[in-house]
């Protein structure tokens, strides 16, 4: 950037910063990459090293600091430092190097971020509105330094990835997800907005843990919850307009009350419930050009009937609708096992949204029982419940179709329903496989696969890219299928050869400018 770009950047944003004051501002810091004659402009002489140094010495520099780290959480201390001092060089570092840092500053590293949150603090980013802020979350707002705010993802800690309650600790995942939408679909940095709403925790770790950064008391519930929702959401909206709020890591019972309840009042998405839902229907369209069968041909029984099945469910069934069945005839053809079991109408006391997907049938608690009675195309794990596709499972699977499809996608990596290897290995080479977290390349019987990863990121940036250029009011169902659709249609024959049903990661930016 010239000076002139610089000063009136600067100039823009309200924020005619020079010297110290300008070092410090993330958005505007440039570090050693000022020039000699932005330098003597700014009021930088001697402020810094004096060899002005390019933006690519300055990538090379960070890569050596985060390779020598020990440990994934070091290197995840180390970016979030770096995004905190020159917030340019952060996503110039990771987009550079996406495949090797978005498991870092996303699942699964940030799960182990957030478990440690109070003790790895450094530094606040985003906005923390407590119970105490009821009746006045406006004037929170206030104190946000940036007026264009576009995005803003929002959770209550209460279901963190696969992790359960961590209450307050949860911030990690809106600043990570924030973060994608800027190295994945180009969002401004200042048009993100990190949001927890510190509303407690039933965590007794938390609650005793004088390092806690959150309220040290149980959770809000009933209407105190709800109406504490109510204001935010009638807040953010007044003060950004036109702002997407993304939910994100809210626990089923409010989860898919919230999205109900706002969906059509404001611009709104669930990420757990549709966005899930819209990169794994991506991905079993892209293992159907494998299996060649149609998708109304497909029976699938999900392992857990949480937000990420359930959302999974909806949406599979409505494509399978738009391809010619019966809504009736494409929810038959998904079937659900939670931690009671197969999910059937004979059972009692069903949460809501299960009931659309219970169907006549005998119930079984045994999986394997269920697999084998059911004979589906599709095993789709979303239980937070490790290595329960046994090799059993995985053979029966194996043993009725000639390509099973196999997703693990339960968060982070130690929670996955079985590994990579495993699926490969106990199918003889035939599972078309992917999973939430990443897995290494797998090399089984001379052949290299490469596990395919369920990513969201695959899907939220780009259909936010496409919410904010079209200036969308709503975000509807149908966006997820489009967004599906198109994500399916940017695999390659190359990639699908190698095993995976997702395109490259490194070529997300142009996938997401697609979906947008
Ligand atoms: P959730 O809490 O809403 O649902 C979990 C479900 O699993 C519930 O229906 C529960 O009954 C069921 N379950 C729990 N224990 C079980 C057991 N022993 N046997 C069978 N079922 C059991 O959570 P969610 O939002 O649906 O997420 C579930 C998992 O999916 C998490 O690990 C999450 O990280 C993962 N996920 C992955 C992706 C992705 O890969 N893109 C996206 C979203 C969620």
Same mark, same amino acid.
């Given at each position: 950037?010239?000076?002139?770009?610089?000063?009136?950047?600067?100039?823009?944003?309200?924020?005619?910063?020079?010297?110290?004051?300008?070092?410090?501002?993330?958005?505007?810091?440039?570090?050693?990459?000022?020039?000699?004659?932005?330098?003597?402009?700014?009021?930088?002489?001697?402020?810094?090293?004096?060899?002005?140094?390019?933006?690519?010495?300055?990538?090379?520099?960070?890569?050596?600091?985060? &390779?020598?780290?020990?440990?994934?959480?070091?290197?995840?201390?180390?970016?979030?430092?770096?995004?905190?001092?020159?917030?340019?060089? #952060?996503? &110039?570092?990771?987009?550079?190097?996406?495949?090797?840092?978005?498991?870092?500053?996303?699942?699964?590293?940030?799960?182990?971020?957030?478990?440690?949150?109070?003790?790895?603090?450094? &530094?606040?980013?985003?906005?923390?509105?407590?119970?105490?802020?009821?009746?006045?979350?406006?004037?929170?707002?206030?104190?946000?330094?940036?007026?264009?705010?576009?995005?803003?993802?929002?959770?209550?800690?209460?279901?963190?990835?696969?992790?359960?309650?961590?209450?307050?600790?949860?911030?990690?995942?809106?600043?990570?997800?924030?973060?994608?939408?800027?190295?994945?679909?180009?969002?401004?940095?200042?048009?993100?907005?990190?949001?927890?709403?510190?509303?407690?925790?039933?965590?007794?770790?938390?609650?005793?843990?004088?390092?806690?950064?959150?309220?040290?008391?149980?959770?809000?519930?009933?209407?105190?919850?709800?109406?504490?929702?109510?204001?935010?959401?009638?807040?953010?909206?007044?003060? #950004?307009?036109?702002?997407?709020?993304?939910?994100?890591?809210?626990?089923?019972?409010?989860?898919?009350?919230?999205?109900?309840?706002?969906?059509?009042?404001?611009?709104?998405?669930?990420?757990?419930?549709?966005?899930?839902?819209?990169?794994?229907?991506?991905?079993?369209? =892209?293992?159907?050009?494998?299996?060649?069968?149609?998708?109304?041909?497909?029976?699938?029984?999900?392992?857990?009937?949480?937000?990420?099945?359930?959302?999974?469910?909806?949406?599979?069934?409505?494509?399978?609708?738009?391809?010619?069945?019966?809504?009736?005839?494409?929810?038959?053809?998904?079937?659900?096992?939670?931690?009671?079991?197969?999910?059937?109408?004979? &059972?009692?006391?069903?949460?809501?949204?299960?009931?659309?997907?219970?169907?006549?049938?005998?119930?079984?608690?045994?999986?394997?029982?269920?697999?084998?009675?059911?004979?589906?195309?599709?095993?789709?794990?979303?239980?937070?419940?490790?290595?329960?596709?046994?090799?059993?499972?995985?053979?029966?699977?194996?043993? #009725?179709?000639?390509?099973?499809?196999?997703?693990?996608?339960?968060?982070?990596? =130690?929670?996955?329903?079985?590994?990579?290897?495993?699926?490969?290995?106990?199918?003889?080479?035939?599972?078309?496989?992917?999973?939430?977290?990443?897995?290494?390349?797998?090399?089984?019987?001379?052949?290299?696969?490469?596990?395919?990863?369920?990513?969201?990121?695959?899907?939220?940036?780009?259909?936010?890219?496409?919410?904010?250029?079209?200036?969308?009011?709503?975000?509807?169902?149908?966006?997820?299928?489009?967004?599906?659709?198109?994500?399916?249609?940017?695999?390659?024959?190359?990639?699908?050869?190698?095993?995976?049903?997702?395109?490259?990661?490194?070529?997300?930016?142009?996938?997401?400018?697609?979906?947008?």
């Amino acid at each position: 950037m010239g000076v002139d770009l610089h000063a009136s950047a600067m100039r823009e944003s309200g924020t005619a910063y020079r010297g110290v004051k300008l070092l410090h501002d993330p958005v505007h810091n440039k570090g050693t990459a000022f020039t000699a004659e932005e330098r003597a402009v700014l009021g930088l002489k001697g402020l810094l090293p004096p060899r002005a140094q390019s933006m690519d010495l300055q990538v090379q520099r960070a890569m050596e600091n985060i &390779r020598v780290k020990n440990n994934d959480l070091e290197r995840y201390v180390f970016l979030s430092a770096l995004q905190d001092r020159n917030e340019t060089l #952060f996503y &110039r570092v990771v987009m550079d190097h996406l495949k090797e840092l978005m498991p870092i500053i996303y699942t699964p590293t940030v799960g182990e971020a957030c478990q440690k949150f109070g003790h790895i603090f450094r &530094r606040p980013r985003g906005l923390f509105i407590s119970r105490e802020d009821k009746g006045h979350i406006h004037d929170v707002l206030q104190n946000w330094p940036h007026e264009d705010v576009k995005f803003i993802v929002v959770t209550d800690g209460e279901r963190i990835l696969g992790l359960g309650d961590l209450g307050a600790d949860g911030m990690g995942i809106p600043i990570g997800k924030l973060a994608l939408y800027t190295a994945c679909a180009g969002i401004h940095p200042t048009q993100c907005l990190p949001i927890t709403l510190d509303v407690g925790t039933e965590s007794k770790d938390r609650l005793s843990d004088p390092l806690y950064i959150g309220t040290q008391a149980r959770r809000l519930k009933g209407s105190d919850y709800d109406e504490l929702i109510e204001e935010f959401m009638v807040a953010v909206t007044t003060q #950004f307009p036109g702002v997407v709020v993304q939910f994100e890591d809210f626990a089923n019972h409010n989860a898919f009350r919230l999205l109900r309840t706002y969906q059509d009042r404001f611009c709104v998405f669930n990420d757990d419930i549709q966005g899930t839902a819209s990169v794994t229907m991506a991905g079993l369209l =892209s293992a159907l050009k494998v299996t060649h069968k149609p998708l109304t041909d497909q029976k699938l029984l999900f392992f857990g009937a949480g937000e990420a099945g359930i959302g999974i469910g909806h949406l599979i069934s409505g494509a399978m609708e738009s391809e010619g069945l019966s809504l009736a005839e494409a929810r038959q053809r998904c079937w659900f096992f939670d931690s009671t079991g197969l999910v059937t109408k004979s &059972r009692t006391n069903l949460a809501e949204h299960k009931l659309p997907f219970a169907h006549d049938g005998v119930f079984t608690d045994n999986l394997l029982e269920a697999v084998n009675r059911l004979r589906p195309t599709a095993l789709i794990g979303v239980s937070g419940m490790p290595q329960t596709f046994t090799k059993e499972i995985v053979e029966a699977m194996s043993s #009725f179709q000639d390509r099973p499809i196999i997703f693990a996608l339960s968060n982070p990596t =130690s929670k996955s329903e079985c590994t990579a290897k495993q699926a490969y290995k106990w199918s003889n080479g035939k599972a078309i496989y992917a999973s939430g977290s990443p897995f290494d390349l797998v090399d089984y019987k001379g052949q290299t696969f490469v596990p395919g990863q369920a990513n969201n990121a695959y899907i939220f940036p780009g259909l936010g890219l496409g919410l904010l250029v079209s200036g969308a009011e709503r975000v509807t169902d149908e966006l997820f299928a489009i967004a599906a659709r198109s994500l399916a249609d940017q695999v390659r024959e190359s990639d699908l050869a190698v095993g995976r049903i997702f395109p490259a990661l490194e070529t997300i930016r142009t996938v997401s400018a697609q979906i947008a």
